[in-house]
Each structure stands twice: as structure tokens, then as C-alpha cells.
């Protein structure tokens, strides 16, 4: 077999194959959005240059939501699992996955108290946040703002945390 | 004989390895290869997305044995470069994670050692041919 075309092909399926599972994969890379490394981004991902998708809520810097966060001013939505809940987030947030809450309405009532509420999730596109976000402003919230960079943003500017499992539900299994 | 293809082999699982431990995140994988800071913004994704695709197709060619002499070409081609990418974003002082594996494992000089080691196992698969894991066919008899 000739090296040469077999390179080619190689490169050739091997690009056709790797889009194709992009496409399938449950979290694929968004094709025609930029990336911009943690570090240019100031941050993350979720800051990417560019405009944001039409579903995507307004973004709020992790410096801002800390300076919120420790004045009280803002309610916190953690849109990840329970488990990644219990290992660490936003002092007091409520756990709110996609999935939903074991008291939806209890949890929708306390956040209803804040003037502004700030979701986020652990991936850099944003989108579980933006999802949860969505649903928080159908069900009534006004200002509903996603956490640019997510969650390792938070964690890495040192802004305030906690951790252990969801108080509603106890255990860090009891919702997804 | 065996034990070309034994190195072979190896060299296939570890890239097919490489490549299904990336599918589930994707998305994670494109932000990995954007902390190299080495491509533009725009090309990140599908570079991230055709680097998997080859990565697979590399694994399956070399645990199969099709076109072998070329896959470990390539895939000594893309660990030259992995290396290069790693050794230069650590004497840039970027904090990064390596993205091999698809894990958050931190990059480091062992990586680059590793990525090395792999470099000189895929040149010698590519120089001494791909082996054979069965016996060798018996010779005719001579009439």
C-alpha cells in the first residue's frame, strides 16, 4: 500500500469521522463559535467573543457577582449535579439542575426575593446555565443573569464557597 | 515478528483510547485545546472535532493492521506535534491541562517525557513494519 494516498485518506476520513461524532457527541464543540483559552477569556470559555446564541441570557462577570454575592444583593442557581454540588459551590446556592427540584415552587418562591439571580454550571458553553436560566424567567423571575466562565471561574478567583450536599433534598444522590 | 505487532497494537489502543475518552465532552476538549493558545479562536472546534476523528481512525488502522506503516506515521507525526504543543506552553509558564486523555489531567515535563516516549514507539513502528500476531504462513512444498 502506498504511503502517500494512505496519509490522505487517513486525514481525509479521520476529519470526516471526527465531525461526524462532534455532531453526536452529548456535549459536542460548537462548530462556528469561537474558543478562547481561560486566559484570554478572563475567566472562561462562556465569555467567548462573538454574539451569544438568541436562547442565551445575559452574562454577569465573576467579579461582579462576588461583589453581589457578598453583599447579599443576588440569589445563586447551581445548575450541575448533585455530586458535583456537594464537592463545592456558591455559598448558599440553591440546587436547581435541569431535571428540576424536589420543591420547585418552595425554590422559585426564595429566589423570587432577590432582585437579581445568577445560574451557572460547570461547562464552558454555558448552555446547561442558559437552559435553567430559561426556565427561571418563564416561571416569572425578572432579572436572571448566566455566571460567565461557570463555576471554575468562581472557584478559581477564590470568591465565596461552600460545600456538601443539597439541604433540601439531604443526600447528594436524592436528584440528579 | 510478534512483537511488532504487540507495539503496534499498543500504539492502536492507546490512540483509540485517546480518542473515545474526548467524545463524551467535546465542548471540554475544544476549551483544552484553546488553552494552548496556539490557533485562532474560530478554528479551535473543528480542529478539536478532526483531531479525535484522526486520532480514531489512526487507532483503528494501527489494532488492525491496515496501512500500518502509514498510521504510525502518522500518529509519530501527531505526537511530535502534541509534544511540541505541551513543551511549548510550559515554557511559556501557561497552566494548562494536557487534554490527552480527555481527562483534566494537569500538563507537566513527565507528559512531555511520556508524549516522547510514544514519539520513538510510533518511528519504530513505522521503520520495522507492522508484524504479525499468527504464525507465518507455511512455505509451498517444494515439488
Known amino acids: 500500500m502506498r504511503t502517500g494516498p494512505t496519509l490522505a485518506l487517513f486525514v481525509a476520513s479521520g476529519a470526516t469521522l471526527g465531525l461526524a461524532a462532534n455532531a453526536l457527541s452529548p456535549h459536542p464543540a460548537l462548530v462556528g463559535r469561537p474558543v478562547v483559552s481561560v486566559a484570554e477569556a478572563g475567566g472562561g470559555a462562556c465569555a467567548a467573543p462573538g454574539p451569544l446564541p438568541a436562547t442565551a441570557a445575559p452574562r454577569i462577570s465573576v467579579a461582579e457577582a462576588a461583589a453581589l454575592c457578598q453583599a447579599c444583593q443576588a440569589a445563586f442557581v447551581d445548575a450541575r449535579s448533585a455530586t458535583e454540588f456537594a464537592r463545592g459551590h456558591v455559598a448558599n446556592a440553591v440546587h436547581l439542575p435541569p431535571a428540576g427540584h424536589p420543591d420547585e415552587a418552595a425554590a422559585l418562591d426564595a429566589l423570587r426575593g432577590h432582585p437579581l439571580v445568577v445560574v451557572y454550571d460547570g461547562d464552558y458553553s454555558c448552555a446547561v446555565a442558559d437552559d435553567v436560566a430559561a426556565r427561571l424567567r418563564r416561571a416569572g423571575l425578572g432579572d436572571v443573569r448566566v455566571l460567565a466562565g461557570a463555576w471554575p471561574a468562581w472557584a478559581a478567583a477564590g470568591a465565596p464557597a461552600a460545600a456538601g450536599a443539597c439541604g433540601v433534598c439531604g443526600v447528594a444522590e436524592a436528584h440528579p | ?143
Open chain 2, 1 to 143: 515478528m510478534r512483537a511488532r505487532a504487540a507495539l503496534r497494537m499498543a500504539l492502536g489502543a492507546v490512540f483509540a483510547w485517546a480518542a473515545l475518552s474526548k467524545l463524551p465532552d467535546m465542548a471540554a476538549f475544544a476549551e483544552l485545546v484553546a488553552n494552548y493558545r496556539l490557533l485562532p479562536p474560530a478554528a479551535v472546534p473543528v480542529f478539536a472535532a478532526v483531531l479525535v476523528g484522526v486520532e480514531a481512525v489512526v487507532g483503528v488502522a494501527l489494532l488492525a493492521g491496515l496501512g500500518a506503516r502509514a498510521a504510525a506515521g502518522l500518529a509519530a507525526a501527531l505526537l511530535l506535534a502534541f509534544t511540541v504543543a505541551l513543551a511549548q506552553a510550559l515554557v511559556r509558564g501557561i497552566d494548562l491541562a494536557c487534554g490527552c486523555f480527555g481527562g483534566g489531567d494537569s500538563a507537566s515535563w513527565w507528559t512531555v517525557a511520556r508524549d516522547l516516549a510514544l514519539f520513538a514507539a510510533a518511528l519504530a513502528s513505522a521503520a520495522l513494519g507492522p508484524g504479525r500476531l499468527g504464525p507465518r504462513p507455511a512455505a509451498p512444498a517444494a515439488g
